[in-house]
C-alpha cells in the first residue's frame, strides 16, 4: 500500500469523527471545514513520521484543537465583532437546540469546551480525556463538572446533577 | 424546566455529522503547496507586488469617496439603507465584514465547501457609495481575510510559507511584505509592526508603512515565550477584558522564559518596565493606564508607573477564593477589576478602584463579566450572553441580554437574537441615559458564532452580510 493510499484510507476511516470533533469546538461548518482541512494537510507533511504514532487521529485531535484557539486564527477570524455568517448550502441549518449549545459553549474556558465535547461528541471516558490532554482525572472531572455547570447557567436553567456519568 | 444536556449534544453531534467533508485529495493538495520551498513564496511574493500595481492601476479611474460627515456622539435615531445592496449572485457569498475609514471590507468566498482558501477574495468597497474600490486576486496561494487597522490593511497568506503582506487602503497596493514562520507572534500598532520570532526570540519593530526595520532587541537566554499588544480598550473592534490581543495602542507585554515580563514600548522597542513575576494564567490582563501599568499577581493587581519599577505596589487585593476575570482602565485615575470565585463564575463583580489612594470606590455584581470597557465616564462589561452599563459611580444605566459594543461615547449597538434564532434584532443603547431604540430586524442566518457577527460598524455606516448580499445602512441622528 502505497503512502498516498494509506493516508487516503486514514483520512476516510477519521474525517467524519475529526469534522464533529471541530464542529463541536467551533460551532461553525465552515470553521470546521478548514481546520479539518488544515490538520490533515499538516499530517500529510509529515505522514511517515505520523503515520507510526500509536494513535494518529489523537494527534490530529490536538491539532485542531491547537487551531481553534490560535491566535492568528482568532485574529482573523474576528471573534468579537466581525465572525463569520458562512452559509453552508450543502449542510440543513442547525437544530435550535445547537444555535443554543453553541451559544452557551463561547463563553466557557478552552479547556472545558475540549473536554465536553471529547466526552459528549466522541465518547471519551474521563481516563481517555486525561490521557489525551495530559491532565489528572480528577482536573478532567473538574472540567467537566463546571463546562456542566457553566452551559446550565448560561441555558438559563437548573442543570440536574448526575444527569450523565463518566467514566 | 431543566437541560437535557445529553440531547443537545446529541443534536449537536448529529448537525456536525451533515458537515460535508472534503476528498482526502484536498488536504494532500494543501500540505503539498505548504511543503514548496522560500524560493517559489519568493516568487510569489514578487507576483503579489506586480498585481498589488495592475490594481493600483485598475482602479486609478475611481475618485476616492468622501467620507460621510459625522456628527459624534449625538442620538442616533434610525438606520437608513445606503444604496442598493451588493449582490455577488448565486455563486459566492460574503463573509467577515470590517468597516474603517469610510471603507467597507469583506471576503467573497465561493459557495462551494471545501475550505479552500484560494478562492477569497477580500474586497474594499466604498462605504458611501458601494463602488467596488479594489479585490485581492484569486490563486495568489491561501490568502487570509483582510484586517483594517487605521491607515493599513493587513492581509495574510498562509502557504507555501505564511506572509504578511501591508497594502494600502486605499488603493489595496501592497507596500511591503513580511516572511514570518507561522509560530511567531506579531503586534500591530497604527505605526509599527512587531515580530517576536519563535526560533530564538529576537524582537523587531518595523516601520508599518514601509518596512524599515526600526528597531531589534535579541532574545537572550531568557527568552520571551508569550508576547501581546495592549490596546487602549476603547475601540469597537478591541474591548475584550483579557488584553491578549496582537492590536496594541503602544505598548506590549513580553512574558519570558522565567516567568518575568517586560512592558515594551512599539515604537522604539525601548523597555519601560521589568516586572519581577507574573502567571501564566493572569499575564493576559496586563494593561496600561494613566501612564500607569497594572498586572495581576496571585490574589493582587499591582501597579507602576510606566519607566519607574520603583513605584511597584499593591492597589487591590482580592478576596478569599476569588480571582481577577479583568482589567481595564474606567476613568482618570481609576482602574476597574473584575473579580470571581477562582472556581466558580458565579458571584462575579467589577470593582472601581482609586489607583493613588489604593482604595475601593464602589462595587457592582456583573452578570456578564467575560469583557468590558470604559468610554467617556460609562462602563461596559458583557458576554456574549448580555451586558450592562455602568455610570462612573456604579449605577446601572442599562442591563439587557445579546451582543453589544461601542458606536462611539453617546451610543452602543445592540444585537439580541430572536428565541427562534432566525432573527436578530438590532438596536442602539444610549450610553447617557441607557434608553434602548429598536432600529430593525436583520436574518440570523445558520452560524452559531453570534448575532452581531455578520455585522460591522463605525461611527457613520453599518454593513452586515446576507449571503450573497453585503447591505450597507448609514445611521440617522
Given at each position: 500500500m502505497?503512502?498516498?493510499?494509506?493516508f487516503d484510507a486514514?483520512?476516510?476511516?477519521?474525517?467524519?469523527?475529526?469534522?464533529?470533533?471541530?464542529?463541536?469546538?467551533?460551532?461553525?461548518?465552515?470553521?470546521?471545514?478548514?481546520l479539518?482541512?488544515?490538520?490533515?494537510?499538516?499530517?500529510?507533511?509529515?505522514?511517515?513520521?505520523?503515520?507510526?504514532?500509536?494513535?494518529?487521529?489523537a494527534?490530529?485531535?490536538?491539532?485542531?484543537?491547537r487551531?481553534?484557539?490560535?491566535?492568528?486564527?482568532?485574529?482573523?477570524?474576528?471573534?468579537?465583532?466581525?465572525?463569520?455568517?458562512?452559509?453552508?448550502?450543502?449542510?440543513?441549518?442547525?437544530?435550535?437546540?445547537?444555535?443554543l449549545?453553541?451559544?452557551?459553549?463561547?463563553?466557557?474556558?478552552?479547556?472545558?469546551?475540549?473536554a465536553?465535547?471529547?466526552?459528549?461528541?466522541?465518547?471519551?471516558?474521563?481516563?481517555e480525556?486525561?490521557?489525551?490532554?495530559?491532565?489528572?482525572?480528577?482536573?478532567?472531572?473538574?472540567?467537566?463538572?463546571?463546562?456542566?455547570?457553566?452551559l446550565?447557567?448560561?441555558?438559563?436553567?437548573?442543570?440536574?446533577?448526575?444527569?450523565r456519568?463518566?467514566g | 424546566?431543566?437541560?437535557?444536556?445529553?440531547?443537545?449534544?446529541?443534536?449537536l453531534?448529529?448537525?456536525?455529522?451533515?458537515?460535508?467533508?472534503?476528498?482526502?485529495?484536498?488536504?494532500?493538495?494543501?500540505?503539498?503547496?505548504?511543503?514548496?520551498n522560500?524560493?517559489?513564496?519568493?516568487?510569489?511574493?514578487?507576483?503579489?507586488?506586480?498585481?498589488g500595481?495592475?490594481?493600483?492601476?485598475?482602479?486609478?479611474?475611481?475618485?476616492?469617496?468622501?467620507?460621510?460627515?459625522?456628527?459624534?456622539?449625538?442620538?442616533?435615531?434610525g438606520?437608513?439603507?445606503l444604496?442598493?445592496?451588493?449582490?455577488?449572485g448565486?455563486?459566492?457569498?460574503?463573509s467577515y465584514?470590517?468597516?474603517?475609514?469610510?471603507?467597507v471590507?469583506?471576503?467573497s468566498?465561493?459557495?462551494?465547501?471545501?475550505?479552500?482558501?484560494?478562492?477569497?477574495?477580500g474586497?474594499?468597497?466604498?462605504?458611501?457609495t458601494?463602488?467596488?474600490?479594489?479585490?485581492?486576486?484569486?490563486?495568489?496561494?491561501?490568502?487570509?481575510?483582510?484586517?483594517?487597522?487605521?491607515?493599513?490593511?493587513?492581509?495574510?497568506?498562509a502557504?507555501?510559507?505564511?506572509i504578511?503582506?501591508?497594502?494600502?487602503?486605499?488603493?489595496?497596493?501592497?507596500?511591503?511584505?513580511?516572511?514570518?514562520?507561522?509560530?511567531?507572534?506579531?503586534?500591530?500598532?497604527?505605526?509599527?509592526?512587531?515580530?517576536?520570532?519563535?526560533?530564538?526570540?529576537?524582537?523587531?519593530?518595523?516601520?508599518?508603512?514601509?518596512?524599515?526595520?526600526?528597531w531589534s532587541?535579541?532574545?537572550?537566554?531568557?527568552?520571551?515565550?508569550?508576547?501581546?499588544?495592549?490596546?487602549?480598550?476603547?475601540?469597537?473592534?478591541?474591548?475584550?477584558?483579557s488584553?491578549?490581543?496582537?492590536?496594541?495602542?503602544?505598548?506590549m507585554?513580553q512574558?519570558?522564559?522565567?516567568?518575568?515580563?517586560?512592558?515594551?514600548?512599539?515604537?522604539t522597542?525601548?523597555?519601560?518596565?521589568?516586572?519581577?513575576?507574573?502567571?501564566?494564567?493572569?499575564?493576559?490582563?496586563?494593561?496600561?493606564?494613566?501612564?500607569?501599568?497594572?498586572?495581576p499577581?496571585?490574589?493582587?493587581?499591582?501597579?507602576?508607573?510606566?519607566?519607574d519599577?520603583?513605584?511597584?505596589?499593591?492597589?487591590?487585593?482580592?478576596?478569599?477564593?476569588?480571582?481577577?476575570?479583568?482589567?481595564?482602565?474606567?476613568g482618570?485615575?481609576?482602574?476597574?477589576?473584575?473579580?470571581?470565585?477562582?472556581?466558580?463564575e458565579?458571584d462575579?463583580?467589577?470593582?472601581?478602584v482609586?489607583?493613588?489612594?489604593?482604595?475601593?470606590?464602589?462595587t457592582?455584581?456583573?452578570?456578564?463579566?467575560?469583557?468590558?470597557?470604559?468610554?467617556?465616564?460609562?462602563?461596559?462589561?458583557?458576554?456574549?450572553?448580555?451586558?450592562a452599563l455602568?455610570?462612573?459611580?456604579?449605577?446601572?444605566?442599562?442591563?439587557?441580554?445579546?451582543?453589544?459594543g461601542?458606536?462611539?461615547?453617546?451610543?452602543m449597538l445592540q444585537?439580541?437574537?430572536?428565541?427562534d434564532?432566525?432573527?436578530?434584532?438590532?438596536?442602539?443603547?444610549?450610553?447617557?441615559?441607557?434608553?434602548?431604540t429598536?432600529?430593525?430586524?436583520?436574518?440570523?442566518?445558520?452560524?452559531?458564532?453570534?448575532?452581531?457577527?455578520?455585522?460591522?460598524?463605525?461611527?457613520?455606516?453599518?454593513?452586515?452580510?446576507?449571503g450573497s448580499?453585503?447591505v450597507?445602512?448609514?445611521?440617522?441622528?
Open positions: 502505497t503512502g498516498t493510499d494509506d486514514f483520512y476516510r476511516d477519521t474525517s467524519r469523527r475529526l469534522t464533529r470533533y471541530a464542529f463541536g469546538l467551533t460551532g461553525d461548518p465552515g470553521e470546521a471545514q478548514d479539518v482541512q488544515e490538520a490533515y494537510a499538516r499530517a500529510w507533511q509529515r505522514w511517515r513520521k505520523v503515520s507510526g504514532y500509536e494513535d494518529p487521529e494527534w490530529l485531535r490536538l491539532v485542531v484543537n487551531l481553534s484557539t490560535d491566535r492568528w486564527r482568532r485574529i482573523f477570524r474576528r471573534r468579537d465583532h466581525a465572525a463569520a455568517q458562512r452559509p453552508e448550502p450543502p449542510a440543513p441549518p442547525p437544530s435550535e437546540n445547537t444555535v449549545l453553541v451559544r452557551a459553549m463561547r463563553d466557557l474556558p478552552p479547556a472545558h469546551r475540549q465536553l465535547v471529547l466526552h459528549y461528541l466522541m465518547d471519551r471516558t474521563i481516563a480525556i486525561a490521557a489525551e490532554t495530559g491532565a489528572s482525572t480528577g482536573t478532567v472531572k473538574s472540567w467537566l463538572s463546571r463546562g456542566r455547570a457553566g446550565a447557567a448560561a441555558l438559563g436553567h437548573e442543570y440536574p446533577e448526575g444527569a456519568s463518566a | 424546566m431543566p437541560v437535557d444536556l445529553d440531547e443537545m449534544f446529541a443534536d453531534s448529529r448537525d456536525g455529522d451533515t458537515v460535508p467533508v472534503a476528498p482526502a485529495v484536498a488536504a494532500r493538495r494543501r500540505g503539498a503547496r505548504r511543503t514548496r522560500r524560493a517559489v513564496a519568493a516568487a510569489l511574493a514578487t507576483l503579489l507586488a506586480i498585481a500595481v495592475g490594481v493600483a492601476a485598475w482602479q486609478r479611474g475611481h475618485r476616492a469617496e468622501p467620507i460621510l460627515p459625522a456628527t459624534p456622539n449625538s442620538p442616533i435615531r438606520l437608513e439603507p444604496g442598493e445592496p451588493l449582490d455577488l448565486g455563486d459566492r457569498y460574503w465584514p470590517a468597516v474603517s475609514e469610510g471603507r471590507y469583506a471576503v468566498m465561493p459557495m462551494a465547501a471545501g475550505g479552500d482558501a484560494r478562492r477569497n477574495r474586497v474594499a468597497v466604498a462605504g458611501r458601494g463602488d467596488i474600490l479594489w479585490s485581492t486576486l484569486e490563486d495568489l496561494g491561501d490568502t487570509d481575510i483582510p484586517v483594517p487597522i487605521p491607515g493599513t490593511v493587513l492581509l495574510r497568506e502557504a507555501p510559507q505564511p504578511m503582506h501591508l497594502l494600502d487602503p486605499a488603493t489595496g497596493a501592497e507596500r511591503w511584505s513580511l516572511v514570518h514562520e507561522l509560530d511567531d507572534d506579531l503586534v500591530f500598532h497604527t505605526d509599527v509592526l512587531v515580530r517576536v520570532h519563535a526560533a530564538d526570540g529576537l524582537t523587531e519593530g518595523f516601520d508599518i508603512r514601509t518596512g524599515e526595520r526600526l532587541a535579541p532574545g537572550g537566554a531568557d527568552r520571551p515565550r508569550f508576547n501581546a499588544g495592549i490596546p487602549g480598550g476603547n475601540d469597537v473592534r478591541r474591548w475584550g477584558l488584553n491578549n490581543e496582537p492590536f496594541s495602542d503602544g505598548y507585554f512574558q519570558l522564559t522565567s516567568g518575568r515580563m517586560l512592558i515594551r514600548d512599539v515604537r522597542g525601548a523597555v519601560r518596565n521589568r516586572i519581577a513575576t507574573v502567571l501564566n494564567s493572569q499575564s493576559g490582563l496586563t494593561t496600561v493606564h494613566d501612564g500607569t501599568v497594572f498586572w499577581v496571585g490574589d493582587e493587581i499591582r501597579a507602576a508607573a510606566l519607566g519599577d520603583s513605584t511597584a505596589r499593591v492597589i487591590f487585593t482580592f478576596g478569599p477564593g476569588k480571582g481577577p476575570r479583568g482589567l481595564f482602565g474606567c482618570a485615575g481609576r482602574v476597574c477589576v473584575g473579580e470571581a470565585a477562582d472556581d466558580d458565579k462575579s463583580r467589577v470593582v472601581a482609586d489607583v493613588d489612594a489604593a482604595r475601593t470606590l464602589w457592582a455584581p456583573a452578570s456578564f463579566m467575560s469583557r468590558g470597557t470604559a468610554r467617556a465616564g460609562r462602563i461596559l462589561t458583557g458576554s456574549g450572553r448580555g451586558a455602568r455610570d462612573d459611580a456604579g449605577r446601572v444605566l442599562y442591563e439587557g441580554p445579546g451582543d453589544i461601542w458606536i462611539d461615547d453617546g451610543n444585537f439580541q437574537m430572536r428565541p434564532g432566525k432573527r436578530t434584532t438590532v438596536a442602539v443603547v444610549s450610553a447617557v441615559d441607557g434608553a434602548r429598536v432600529l430593525g430586524e436583520f436574518p440570523s442566518g445558520s452560524s452559531a458564532m453570534g448575532p452581531a457577527g455578520h455585522c460591522a460598524w463605525s461611527a457613520e455606516t453599518l454593513a452586515c452580510v446576507d448580499r453585503l450597507r445602512y448609514r445611521f440617522t441622528r
